[in-house]
């Protein structure tokens, strides 16, 4: 557990040097669901994820920071990473962040809406902002440039009053950036669209590519995306069955990262928390993960209280394998045909206990 949802924080008036154990004492909404994270030197990690706003502000969600240096095991103190900007379109939630690392920036991608209070956070868009630190000053796309007001990249016009465009999901292979994003009018379909990297204002020159995930699960969440180098194939997954005790680890994988296949082995139930939505994966500062036991997916899952809004994060560590590869595998040769080349090998993602 990475998050609980009974933790109460130092305040701010308690003296340093005295001892303080918040455990159980928090009795309000409480969560860090959608999670990004990056791994580095072995298993530093970033970690940002929604987390409860301050109704004073009229902010219903913040997005929060926090890194560890051992895998998970001790984090440092938390921060207000990104807020939302009051009087524009982000102007009363910032959510589901996602975030890369190109040159010296950090691009965070992210949910945001300006009418929670007409309809309950429906008729979402998505946004980037941008910041040479993780963990504050990220200056939002505005249109044009960065900074000031921020516009939305891609913007929700279908059905109102619907939950609309969100939980977006970066990576980047060679020169192009692929964004995954979920577009809900009813029915969550997971869409991509595709700009090249070295654009500076990538963000007002994407391609919209299309479906790559059209038939989830039932009751399935964002999708997160990686990219696997060393095989060359793209992994999907998703939380199936969210909020139920039920849910499981839906994985997808597909060969040009624009149409996703499910992997033809069961669906990962074991050592995944009963309740859990809204997963995150590891990857590296390009959203390119490893063959092998190297990374992690985390998520949120109801407490005991069983509250909406009072939700604990669990971190796995995963092992991804798949058949003929190794360690070391030897380069990938080009296929002699179209036809071999839809030919998948298969990858399996297996949930390590701690």
Request: with cysteine.
């Amino acid at each position: 557990m990475i998050h609980d949802a009974t933790y109460l924080p130092r305040p701010s008036y308690w003296p340093p040097d005295w001892p303080w154990d918040g455990t159980g004492l928090n009795t309000d909404a409480s969560y860090r669901y959608g999670p990004a994270l990056i791994r580095y030197n072995n298993n530093h990690l970033h970690f940002w994820a929604c987390s409860e706003g301050d109704e004073e502000q009229g902010i219903a969600d913040f997005i929060r920071y926090k890194h560890s240096t051992n895998g998970g095991v001790t984090w440092s103190e938390e921060t207000i990473a990104l807020s939302a900007t009051p009087g524009s379109e982000d102007g009363t939630a910032v959510c589901d962040p996602n975030v890369i690392k190109v040159g010296g920036y950090y691009y965070m991608a992210y949910t945001a809406t300006d009418d929670i209070g007409a309809t309950g956070g429906l008729n979402n868009h998505v946004f980037v902002a941008r910041s040479t630190s993780p963990d504050r000053n990220y200056q939002k796309w505005n249109g044009s440039g960065w900074g000031g007001n921020p516009k939305a990249i891609l913007r929700y016009t279908g059905l109102a009053n619907r939950w609309g465009l969100g939980e977006p999901n970066m990576i980047v292979k060679g020169n192009t950036l692929y964004l995954y994003y979920t577009e809900n009018q009813g029915t969550p379909k997971t869409r991509v669209a595709t700009t090249a990297i070295n654009n500076a204002n990538w963000p007002g020159n994407l391609t919209d590519r299309g479906y790559a995930i059209a038939n989830r699960d039932f009751k399935e969440d964002q999708t997160a995306v990686k990219y696997l180098p060393e095989v060359n194939r793209f992994i999907a997954m998703a939380i199936g069955n969210r909020f139920s005790t039920n849910s499981y680890v839906h994985v997808w994988q597909s060969s040009d990262g624009l149409r996703f296949q499910p992997i033809t082995n069961d669906n990962i139930t074991a050592n995944i928390q009963p309740t859990a939505h809204n997963l995150g994966m590891s990857g590296n500062f390009l959203g390119q993960s490893q063959m092998g036991a190297s990374e992690y997916i985390a998520y949120a899952y109801t407490g005991p209280s069983g509250e909406w809004g009072r939700w604990n994060t669990w971190l796995n560590k995963i092992s991804i394998t798949g058949a003929g590869w190794g360690r070391q595998p030897p380069p990938i040769p080009s296929p002699p045909s179209t036809r071999a080349n839809n030919i998948l090998p298969i990858l399996m993602l297996i949930l390590e206990e701690d």
